[in-house]
């Protein structure tokens, strides 16, 4: 018998970019941008390979994050997945790492988190479980808000936090920042994972001093790195919404004199790049360690 929960919780919900048109057969690839991928299985050079095999390490990443945190439920359906539960700390910090391996690991992908009613069948078996609410409906739509590689909120999500746990919205308030749409003029408000990226559990700014700040510079540096340079990215550049999602992803990941460290540095990319290597992206690594230090 299928039992039916009503709680109030966290929701996260995050989709792959430019997945829908990669299985349509929309973008015209070539080599290059199949060898990245497919090589290692031996699979032949199509997008239903690519796209299979890009699926393949979103669910490998769901999966490792899911067996780190207990209290947190997963849900995959195909190129998206829904994270939800009534700890809203862990739902949060698994959001921020489900996107930061997803960039790491070579895909781009767009989330947004919301608060408030979900409804949730309560046994797991082999059809997976569901969800709906206002929460749930909230979520997907901040989600498709924004330009590259945001988590959305909603102006009321901040004091949702505080008031579930005050000690970890003290612990991580500089991160939910609003910013102005250059599309439409329009002021959102988001989760500035890329600032933290591979959130801990124990991470708070009360914490951070120079060194700390230079860690984290570099990571969410890297991260930019990694879409400018990684032939894994190759496929969305190929068209011009998936273009336009790689270069936002760089222009804010690479931000200097960010408003949240205040740490200014030599790597401002706007652009993305036609030769992708991962020789390339080594040697630029490199040159991100070599400022750091």
Same mark, same amino acid.
């Given at each position: ?62 999966? %490792?994050?899911?067996?780190?945190? %207990? ?154 790195? %990694? ?54 992206? %080594? ?11």
């Amino acid at each position: 018998m299928e039992l039916i929960n009503k709680i109030d919780g966290a929701v996260f919900y995050v989709d792959i970019l430019g997945f829908g048109v990669l299985t349509q057969n929309k973008i015209n690839l070539q080599s290059e941008d199949f060898a990245i991928w497919l090589d290692r299985y031996s699979l032949p050079y199509d997008n239903q390979n690519l796209a299979a095999s890009i699926l393949a390490k979103f669910r490998e990443i769901l999966l %490792k994050i899911s067996e780190d945190y %207990k209290s947190v439920t997963i849900s995959q359906l195909s190129d998206c997945a829904f994270v939800w539960s009534e700890n809203i700390k862990d739902v949060i910090i698994v959001a921020n790492n489900i996107m930061s391996n997803c960039i790491s690991e070579g895909v781009l992908c767009r989330g947004g988190l919301a608060y408030g009613e979900i409804i949730e069948t309560s046994q797991s078996h082999k059809l997976g479980r569901f969800i709906l609410g206002n929460a749930v409906t909230e979520a997907v739509k901040l989600e498709g808000i924004a330009k590259g590689c945001r988590i959305m909120i909603n102006d009321e999500f901040p004091g949702n936090l505080f008031t579930a746990n005050e000690n970890f919205s003290n612990d991580i308030y500089p991160l939910f920042q609003s910013f102005i749409n250059p599309l439409d003029f329009e002021t959102y408000d988001e989760f500035k994972w890329y600032f933290v990226p591979f959130m801990n559990d124990t991470f708070s700014f009360k914490d951070i001093n120079t060194k700390k700040k230079a860690f984290y510079t570099n990571h969410r540096l890297k991260l930019a790195n %990694k879409i400018g340079l990684d032939p894994k990215f190759s496929w969305n550049a190929r068209n011009s919404l998936g273009n336009i999602h790689l270069k936002s992803s760089i222009n804010f990941l690479s931000e200097t004199n960010d408003s949240i460290f205040k740490v200014s540095h030599n790597f401002n990319w706007e652009d993305v790049y036609d030769n992708r290597s991962v020789s390339s992206l %080594k040697r630029a690594e490199k040159l991100i360690d070599d400022e750091i230090r």
